[in-house]
Nanobody, 124 residues
Framework: QVQLVESGGGLVQAGGSLKLSCAASGRTLSSYAMGWFRQAPGKEREFVAS????????YYADSVKGRFTISRDNAKNTVYLQMSSLKPEDTAVYYC?????????????????WGQGTQVTVSS
C-alpha cells in the first residue's frame, strides 16, 4: 500500500493556473500507474488524467485535454497535475490515485490507493 498526499489546491480566477502535487510514501512510486480524478458537489467522481509507470504515456479526459498536463518525477516519488486556462466547471475536489503495476487507464476501479483530496475552486 502506498500513502498519497495531495497539495496545491486553492482558489483561482477563471483563466488562471494551478499545479497540484501528489506525494507518495511507503512504496516506490515507479511501480504504480497514477491517475488524477475529481469530484464536484452533487456529481460522481470523474477521471481527469493518468500516466503510466515510466511516464511515456498519458491519458486525458476530453474536458481537460489541451489545458491540463500530468507528469511524474519518480525520483521524488511525486506526480503533478498542471492546470491552465481554468474554468468554473473545473471546481472540484481533486484526488490522486495509484494503480500497482497498472497501465494508467481512466477507470477508477483499477486504482487501489487514494489520497484525501485537495479542493480546487475556480471563480468566474
Amino acid at each position: 500500500q502506498v500513502q498519497l498526499v495531495e497539495s496545491g489546491g486553492g482558489l483561482v480566477q477563471a483563466g488562471g493556473s494551478l499545479k497540484l502535487s501528489c506525494a507518495a510514501s511507503g512504496r516506490t512510486l515507479s511501480s504504480y500507474a497514477m491517475g488524477w480524478f475529481r469530484q464536484a458537489p452533487g456529481k460522481e467522481r470523474e477521471f481527469v488524467a493518468s500516466i503510466n509507470l515510466s511516464g511515456s504515456s498519458t491519458y486525458y479526459a476530453d474536458s481537460v485535454k489541451g489545458r491540463f498536463t500530468i507528469s511524474r518525477d519518480n525520483a521524488k516519488n511525486t506526480v503533478y497535475l498542471q492546470m491552465s486556462s481554468l474554468k468554473p466547471e473545473d471546481t472540484a475536489v481533486y484526488y490522486c490515485a495509484a494503480d500497482f503495476g497498472g497501465q494508467g487507464v481512466p477507470n477508477s476501479k483499477e486504482y487501489e490507493d487514494w489520497g484525501q483530496g485537495t479542493q480546487v475552486t475556480v471563480s468566474s
